[in-house]
């Protein structure tokens, strides 16, 4: 069955940097659209980073030009690499796969498979 097992995230002070993985297993991830979202305290889940199958990307406002969003088809991994943190990028972040294969939608009804979340903690 499908699976999305997330590592990385942890505390950092503003301006750092950390990389999120999600190791995939039950489908072939780069036929897929994949997604990061993050849930901050109190808030409505939104989506951050979205790569279609074609490797075209979107991006919500409040992170272009920090964050990158990328698929290793070999080992079956999507990333999400984070930098010059800021501390409203506290939350916890979720690996999402699509139901299709080309959505960009930044919006979680377009996708049918989560991981578990992991935190993400940043400190001015």
């Known amino acids: 069955q499908v699976q999305l097992v997330q590592s990385g995230g942890g505390s950092v002070q503003a301006g750092g940097s950390l990389r999120l993985s999600c190791q995939a297993s039950?489908?072939?991830?780069?036929?897929?659209?994949m997604a990061w979202f993050r849930q901050g305290a109190g808030k409505e889940r939104e989506g951050v980073a979205a790569?279609?199958?074609?490797?075209?990307?979107a991006y919500a406002g409040s992170v272009k030009g920090r964050f990158t969003i990328s698929r290793d088809g070999a080992k079956s991994t999507l990333y999400l690499q984070m930098n010059d943190l800021k501390v409203e990028d506290t939350g916890v972040y979720f690996c999402?796969?699509?139901?299709?294969?080309?959505?960009?939608?930044?919006?979680?009804?377009?996708?049918?498979?989560w991981g578990q979340g992991t935190q993400v903690t940043v400190s001015s």
């Open positions: 999402a796969k699509a139901r299709g294969s080309w959505t960009l939608n930044l919006g979680p009804g377009s996708y049918d498979s």
């Open positions: 039950g489908f072939p991830i780069s036929i897929y659209s």
């Open positions: 790569l279609a199958s074609n490797d075209e990307t």
